[in-house]
């Protein structure tokens, strides 16, 4: 043994200035895990224990974590979480005779792990929680088991706990047909999270921070006050859960959408944080929410389309006892209905954008549908609901109703260029209207390796631009390609009275890895061409999904430089190219890089 070990360090241990990265950190690696195992070895070898835990699994498991407790100085630790398990409960048949067997494992495993405590004076500071991932049905099989359920129970024991008490809702009866929460054959529905224990033992591990706990909690926002916390659970607990302490306000929200189904989780929690951020306006005691219920129903529009009108139940708990008056006053504006619509993920189609809608002069996109209106001296025609008809008795009305100046997606007739082409995914695919962020669904634009890599668009004329939204490729290989690795810059480019290219604006994407969406306002910037830009410093790919431009195309001044594109992180020649297309002969650019893109 001794040779061999000696063998392996001298293997390993030498490294030289040419040696590879990944078998010199493969080496390293191997020198640590010896010298841990040796340490550890020391440290629980001076560890005894006097308890039996049996000869099975757990027993086994429980015994180590009995040793790493015991060992915890010499380890160097304050506070450890043990993850101990057992498999073997599925028990579709036979279930009783089974599950008596291993109860009897497991209550002399745990009996050694307690004794062991005890004799330490532990018993305050550990906490021994039991659980199983899904309960079983209270009804036996044909084959005297039982089959998979949904609602269970946890068990916790500490020496600091409040024992003796059962939390959450405990069903008022077993049978289907006269409990809500039962479902056929004793499936109970789960009432209480398994973040709820996780809350209140996140405090006793002294994790008290918002952020903190929503780090290590991150669905817990989803529960309201039906989370437990220290003071719930442990003798010594002082925390309390902010806003639940005091009147619970109910409120029925109303959402429109184009297809039959609920609120997803993610909107739910996006509604919630609506409310709150309306009830934080209102008062200064702490606030929550959480959804409940939802219902829909079938409806005709206007425009004889079918829609689903959804109606969510919210809960409002908080320490404010008039809170139900003051939100519903905050909420009396317009722009809480902007608001709330605004978290509706929908497929709609904006028939504003796509020039479908038929409105003569002003169109409004709803969800589903749209709207439409005229400027000051028409009248909108009752109808159609569409055309525009001039005021008789309008000072100087035109004989006909203006083009109507809608922001539109002003990429998806622009010509797009990039860098290099590698993989055969072409600039235009970034303006294709196809966001799907898969590489498998041909809708990703891709450049080659390179410093400094880009991907633009030339606009069909000049015009301004409202905001820019990037859409990232997301497979788990590349996300970090756009926002990572330096980041990268959006440019809004355009010609300056002598017909020189300038960037006029610019705003960064940033170093944010796994964004599946950048959305970059500009607010009414002129410009005509968009272009986005990695580091010149940083060699790298540029994959894109989707570019968006929103704005309005017109006849507008010229540029107002923001500085010449020579030092902006850009290729030199574009001026040429763009110049050299500007009256579009082919769809041919030559740029530096010594590729030509179609």
Same mark, same amino acid.
């Given at each position: 043994?001794?040779?061999?070990?000696?063998?392996?360090?001298?293997?390993?241990?030498?490294?030289?200035?040419?040696?590879?990265?990944?078998?010199?950190?493969?080496?390293?690696?191997?020198?640590?895990?010896?010298?841990?195992?040796?340490?550890?070895?020391?440290?629980?070898?001076?560890?005894?224990?006097?308890?039996?835990?049996?000869?099975?699994?757990?027993?086994?498991?429980?015994?180590?974590?009995?040793?790493?407790?015991?060992?915890?100085?010499?380890?160097?630790?304050?506070?450890?979480?043990?993850?101990?398990?057992?498999?073997?409960?599925?028990?579709?048949?036979?279930?009783?005779?089974?599950?008596?067997?291993?109860?009897?494992?497991?209550?002399?495993?745990?009996?050694?792990f307690w004794s062991e405590m005890e004799a330490e004076g532990l018993t305050s500071d550990v906490i021994f929680i039991m659980s199983s991932e899904f309960g079983r049905t209270?009804?036996? @099989?044909?084959?005297?088991?039982?089959?998979?359920?949904?609602?269970?129970?946890?068990?916790?024991?500490?020496?600091? $706990?409040?024992?003796?008490?059962?939390?959450?809702?405990?069903?008022?009866?077993?049978?289907?047909?006269?409990?809500?929460?039962?479902?056929?054959?004793?499936?109970?529905?789960?009432?209480?999270?398994?973040?709820?224990?996780?809350?209140?033992?996140?405090?006793?591990?002294?994790?008290?921070?918002?952020?903190?706990?929503?780090?290590?909690?991150?669905?817990?926002? /989803?529960?309201?006050? @039906?989370?437990?916390?220290?003071?719930?659970?442990?003798?010594?607990?002082?925390?309390?859960?902010?806003?639940?302490?005091?009147?619970?306000?109910?409120?029925? +929200?109303?959402?429109?959408?184009?297809?039959?189904?609920?609120?997803?989780?993610?909107?739910?929690?996006?509604?919630?944080?609506?409310?709150?951020?309306?009830? @934080?306006?209102?008062?200064?005691?702490?606030?929550?929410?959480?959804?409940?219920?939802?219902?829909?129903?079938?409806?005709?529009?206007?425009?004889?389309?079918?829609?689903?009108?959804?109606?969510?139940?919210?809960?409002?708990? #908080?320490?404010?006892?008039?809170?139900?008056?003051?939100?519903? /006053?905050?909420?009396?504006?317009?722009?809480?209905?902007?608001?709330?619509? #605004?978290?509706?993920?929908? #497929?709609?189609?904006?028939?504003?954008?796509?020039?479908?809608?038929?409105?003569?002069?002003?169109?409004?996109?709803?969800?589903?549908?749209?709207?439409?209106?005229?400027?000051?001296?028409?009248?909108?025609?009752?109808?159609?609901?569409?055309?525009?008809?001039?005021?008789?008795?309008?000072?100087?009305?035109?004989?006909? $109703?203006p083009s109507p100046s809608v922001p539109v997606n002003l990429a998806a007739t622009g010509l797009a260029t990039q860098s290099s082409t590698c993989f055969g995914a072409v600039? /235009?695919?970034a303006i294709d209207g196809n966001t799907d962020p898969r590489w498998t669904r041909d809708s990703i634009s891709h450049t080659c390796s390179e410093r400094g890599s880009w991907?633009?668009?030339?606009?069909?004329?000049?015009?301004?631009?409202?905001?820019?939204?990037?859409?990232?490729?997301?497979?788990?290989?590349?996300?970090?390609?756009?926002?990572?690795?330096?980041?990268?810059?959006?440019?809004?480019?355009?010609?300056?009275?002598?017909?020189?290219?300038?960037?006029?604006?610019?705003?960064?994407?940033?170093?944010?890895?796994?964004?599946?969406?950048?959305?970059?306002?500009?607010?009414? +910037?002129?410009?005509?061409?968009?272009?986005? +830009?990695?580091?010149?410093?940083?060699?790298?790919?540029?994959?894109?999904?989707?570019?968006?431009?929103?704005?309005?195309?017109?006849?507008?001044?010229?540029?107002?430089?923001? +500085?010449?594109?020579?030092?902006?992180?850009?290729?030199?020649?574009?001026?040429?190219?763009?110049?050299?297309?500007?009256?579009?002969?082919?769809?041919?650019?030559?740029?530096?890089?010594?590729?030509?893109?179609?």
């Amino acid at each position: 043994k001794d040779t061999l070990l000696a063998l392996m360090a001298d293997l390993n241990g030498n490294f030289t200035a040419t040696s590879g990265m990944f078998g010199s950190l493969w080496s390293q690696k191997m020198v640590d895990s010896r010298k841990y195992t040796d340490d550890y070895t020391d440290v629980l070898d001076a560890v005894t224990v006097a308890s039996s835990f049996g000869n099975g699994r757990v027993g086994r498991q429980l015994e180590m974590v009995t040793k790493l407790i015991k060992a915890r100085v010499g380890r160097g630790v304050n506070r450890d979480a043990f993850h101990v398990e057992v498999g073997g409960f599925d028990h579709h048949a036979n279930a009783k005779s089974n599950f008596n067997a291993q109860l009897l494992e497991i209550n002399g495993a745990v009996e050694g792990f307690w004794s062991e405590m005890e004799a330490e004076g532990l018993t305050s500071d550990v906490i021994f929680i039991m659980s199983s991932e899904f309960g079983r049905t209270m009804t036996p @099989n044909s084959g005297q088991g039982t089959d998979h359920a949904w609602g269970g129970n946890y068990f916790m024991a500490s020496g600091s $706990a409040k024992g003796g008490k059962i939390l959450g809702e405990y069903p008022s009866t077993f049978f289907d047909n006269d409990d809500s929460y039962v479902l056929p054959r004793g499936r109970i529905i789960p009432t209480t999270s398994w973040d709820a224990i996780w809350h209140g033992i996140s405090h006793w591990f002294d994790i008290t921070d918002d952020a903190d706990l929503d780090y290590v909690l991150p669905n817990r926002g /989803s529960h309201g006050c @039906n989370l437990f916390s220290d003071f719930d659970l442990f003798t010594s607990g002082s925390n309390n859960i902010a806003g639940c302490g005091g009147v619970i306000a109910f409120f029925d +929200q109303v959402v429109v959408l184009s297809e039959e189904r609920h609120l997803d989780p993610d909107e739910q929690r996006s509604l919630c944080d609506v409310y709150v951020s309306y009830a @934080n306006s209102a008062t200064t005691l702490p606030t929550n929410c959480v959804a409940k219920d939802q219902t829909i129903l079938e409806l005709l529009d206007a425009n004889n389309k079918t829609t689903y009108e959804v109606t969510i139940n919210l809960e409002i708990p #908080s320490d404010d006892e008039a809170i139900e008056v003051k939100l519903a /006053s905050a909420i009396q504006v317009p722009q809480f209905d902007v608001d709330v619509q #605004s978290i509706i993920k929908t #497929s709609d189609e904006n028939e504003c954008e796509t020039g479908t809608s038929g409105c003569d002069q002003l169109c409004t996109d709803k969800v589903p549908g749209f709207e439409c209106a005229c400027n000051a001296g028409y009248t909108l025609d009752e109808t159609d609901g569409k055309s525009c008809i001039a005021d008789p008795d309008a000072t100087s009305a035109p004989t006909r $109703a203006p083009s109507p100046s809608v922001p539109v997606n002003l990429a998806a007739t622009g010509l797009a260029t990039q860098s290099s082409t590698c993989f055969g995914a072409v600039a /235009s695919r970034a303006i294709d209207g196809n966001t799907d962020p898969r590489w498998t669904r041909d809708s990703i634009s891709h450049t080659c390796s390179e410093r400094g890599s880009w991907w633009q668009v030339e606009l069909v004329e000049p015009s301004l631009i409202d905001f820019v939204e990037v859409f990232n490729r997301m497979d788990s290989c590349c996300q970090h390609y756009l926002g990572g690795r330096g980041g990268a810059m959006v440019q809004l480019l355009d010609y300056d009275e002598g017909g020189e290219i300038v960037a006029v604006a610019s705003a960064d994407i940033g170093v944010s890895e796994g964004v599946s969406r950048f959305h970059l306002p500009f607010k009414q +910037q002129r410009a005509s061409a968009v272009r986005i +830009q990695k580091d010149e410093a940083i060699r790298g790919t540029l994959p894109i999904a989707e570019v968006v431009v929103m704005g309005t195309a017109g006849n507008l001044p010229a540029a107002t430089p923001l +500085q010449n594109l020579a030092a902006a992180r850009t290729n030199s020649n574009l001026a040429h190219a763009l110049a050299a297309d500007h009256t579009r002969p082919s769809t041919v650019v030559q740029v530096d890089s010594g590729r030509t893109n179609r």
